[in-house]
């Protein structure tokens, strides 16, 4: 009677279990994933739940340093009178802030809410439900092929949403923005960026952190929110250098996100303002 292999033997280079060994792996990262987010399922976008896309709004403002100054050059840099027709749509545009200040500094102005969450889209609908028809929402995913269900618009705009994309996504997105967009049109992208240098890169990374360490522990934010935070720290700084996926802070120079915009057809490109890890991004269609 032959020996039966012992487990050792079955799991080594040539054993015929070593095919398993990456199953294996896999399992016990998605199990970690469920304990380190117990009331998410690991397939679902993390703002897909009620309560997280609730304390996003209410934190945003506190949690991101430049929130309201890139807010205020987004709105400084629309090319339209205040009492001009347009219309814009506000590309990832989570809980409908941003759009809020259109409509009301534009009171001629129409805006859509486009985004992947419904309970962001929730949010946005009771915030803009004082402006009545002015404003519209649409779930799409940015990586979606949206265009015929937003377009054409005068505007578009976004704030802290792109930087979530892989950079193909980006500059898929880029190209989808510019083919919805009316002759002249102007897309307007508030967003992250990062230094050329990895050290710089970090050092802003361990600021940022400590800034949303000392509003969690202030009470500024709801407590609830302490479990995105210590989620961001461990993705950005504890595994930094990690390579990055779609839904990651994918984060770029603006020297790159310039480049992007070029290639998909914008002229000019600028950079408006910047400062730390933000910056506007105004670039027009010709």
């Known amino acids: 009677m032959s020996k039966r292999p012992s487990y050792s033997q079955l799991t080594t280079d040539n054993g015929p279990l070593t095919a398993l060994k990456p199953l294996r792996q896999a399992a016990a990262n998605l199990l970690a994933l469920t304990r380190f987010f117990p009331r998410m399922s690991t397939t679902e976008y993390r703002w897909n739940q009620t309560q997280a896309a609730a304390d996003y709004d209410t934190a945003a403002p506190v949690i ?26 506000d590309v990832g545009g989570g809980s409908g802030r941003l759009v809020e200040r259109v409509l009301e500094e534009f009171p001629q102005a129409t805006a859509m809410v486009m985004d992947q969450s419904e309970p962001f889209l929730g949010v946005a609908q009771q915030r803009l439900a004082r402006f009545g028809t002015r404003a519209s929402f649409v779930k799409q995913r940015l990586q979606d092929d949206w265009p015929a269900a937003v377009g054409p618009v005068d505007a578009a705009v976004s704030s802290s949403a792109i930087h979530h994309l892989e950079p193909t996504e980006k500059q898929q997105l880029f190209a989808k923005i510019f083919a919805t967009l009316t002759g002249g049109g102007v897309f307007i992208n508030g967003d992250e960026h990062r230094p050329a240098s990895d050290a710089d890169y970090l050092a802003l990374l361990e600021q940022w ?8 522990a202030s009470g500024a934010i709801p407590e609830s929110f302490g479990a995105v935070i ?57």
Request: some cysteine.
């Open 209 to 216: 952190g400590q800034h949303m360490e000392a509003a969690h």
């Open 230 to 286: 210590d989620a961001w720290k461990k993705r950005n700084i504890a595994e930094f250098g990690r390579p990055r996926k779609s839904g990651d802070d994918c984060l770029e120079t603006s020297e790159t996100q310039v480049g992007y915009l070029r290639a998909a057809g914008f002229d000019p490109v600028e950079v408006t303002w910047s400062r730390d890890l933000w910056a506007v991004f105004v670039a027009r269609k010709p």
């Open 64 to 89: 991101h340093p430049q929130y309201l100054t890139v807010q205020e050059e987004v709105l400084a840099a629309l090319p339209f009178a205040a009492d001009q027709p347009f219309r814009l749509v």
